[in-house]
């Protein structure tokens, strides 16, 4: 029983308020903005082109061999916690009702800290976690990400409902400044002087290159793509459909960034739990199968706008499923990265999702431009569905990197 109930406190309270840092700016401009650029006009098309504004969390795999090899990681997040909450306070400057240019490159601003944090918090959380304890520790990503999300897509949402942009800017700013403390109390081990020495920098610039050549990494890239795809197209139109069916702002933040959130953040300790008890095969098959299902709820949904007790049991049932699959997919990603290049290789295959996301994002938007929420929300279920079998069917096959084909088929450890 201790073997299993060993992981300390300390780092998972730190990687909790990692991961709602994370989640705090995220949640407000994936949730809110798509609602308040509805609200002024804007197509679903031009909605989506957003998503080029994440740009930099697509592109973190350049700068990982880095924050591997270059300095602490607690050096790396620390000043990035910082400049993210004096960026927040800044923004209440910022006056949307005169466009939204200035909130878009305070939008890309914000994504290239946050990813940058990403990969040193990520590479981190390889480092602290062991096998067995690394559901719980992406229950815990998840979960902590997804309360971030509330805060920034629910309460900051209402926020600016009642009382403005400017309040909501100051509100985030000081929830990002208290997310900083536990940093502050972290303390590194000593820097292990078996480790080979550092790459010269010119060479850590594309230090990706050679971790993506590792057996069977890239295949696991695009399977993780797969495996995300239909729940991204999905998710990426619920605001815009809530928006069109006539749901107030208040309403869609209450529906979708309050109470959805926290069906996630269930979903998240649910999917932890799973990944513990289970192993990670039908960890990965079970939440995969439970994700799609939930997709297949919008159809109906979309043909019954009206219908509250639907479209309510519609939001929870996705948020709740796909949380859980997110962390099934996480914590075999995490199995997959090498601890001396952590933040690379766990780094590679996020941002892989990341681009599945937009991509999948501008799909579902020319799809129900074209065709209507119901072909469009019915897209993301296929996809889906074939998502979660392929990757399922390829790790039986052991495709993937000789990491995950250690714990793939392996039997969970049980409490004695």
Not at 56 to 62: E, I, T, V
Not at 159 to 174: D, N, T
Not at 178 to 200: K, S
Request: aromatic share 8%.
């Amino acid at each position: 029983m201790n073997a299993i109930s060993r992981p300390a406190t300390a780092p998972l309270l730190l990687l909790t308020s990692l991961y709602i840092a994370q989640g705090l700016p995220y949640g407000f401009f994936t949730q809110a903005l798509p609602v308040l650029m509805r609200e002024n006009g804007a197509s679903l098309k031009a909605i989506s082109a957003t998503s080029l504004l994440f740009l930099p969390w697509a592109l973190k795999f350049l700068w990982a061999p880095l924050v591997d090899h270059v300095g602490t990681r607690r050096g790396w997040i620390v000043p990035l916690q910082f400049t993210a909450a004096i960026g927040a306070a800044l923004l209440a400057l910022i006056d949307p009702a005169q466009g939204f240019t200035a909130v878009f490159v305070a939008v890309f601003l914000f994504n290239a800290l946050a990813a940058m944090q990403d990969v040193a918090t990520d590479g981190l959380a390889v480092r602290l976690l062991d096998t067995q304890a690394r559901g719980l520790g992406n229950g815990i990503q998840v979960g902590a990400y997804r309360i971030g999300m509330v805060l920034g897509g629910g309460l900051l949402l209402w926020v600016y409902a009642r009382h403005g942009w400017a309040a909501m800017c100051l509100g985030m700013s000081l929830l990002l400044a208290l997310t900083c403390l536990p940093v502050l109390l972290h303390r590194e081990p000593a820097a292990d002087t078996g480790r080979p020495p550092r790459p010269p920098v010119s060479t850590l610039a594309a230090g990706w290159l050679p971790r993506l050549r590792v057996k069977g990494m890239a295949v696991l890239l695009v399977l993780v793509c797969g495996y995300k795809l239909g729940d991204a197209m999905t998710s990426s139109l619920v605001g815009p459909m809530l928006k069109d069916g006539g749901y107030s702002t208040e309403s869609i933040a209450l529906i979708k960034g309050t109470f959805g959130s926290i069906m996630s953040i269930a979903g998240a300790a649910i999917g932890g739990a799973l990944a513990f008890s289970l192993g990670r095969r039908r960890a990965v098959l079970w939440c995969g199968v439970a994700q799609g299902l939930s997709l297949l709820l919008y159809v109906f949904a979309a043909q019954q706008i009206d219908n509250a007790a639907l479209v309510w049991t519609t939001c929870i049932a996705e948020h709740l499923f796909g949380s859980m699959a997110t962390v099934a997919l996480f914590t075999l990603m995490m199995d997959a990265s090498d601890p001396e290049h952590a933040s690379t290789d766990y780094t590679l295959l996020a941002c892989a999702v990341v681009v599945s996301q937009g991509i999948a994002a501008f799909v579902a938007a020319a799809i129900g431009d074209a065709f209507g929420y119901v072909t469009a929300f019915g897209a993301g279920f296929a996809l889906s569905a074939l998502g979660c079998a392929a990757l399922v069917l390829a790790l039986d096959r052991s495709r993937g990197p000789s990491r995950v084909e250690n714990v793939w088929l392996r039997a969970p450890v049980r409490a004695r």
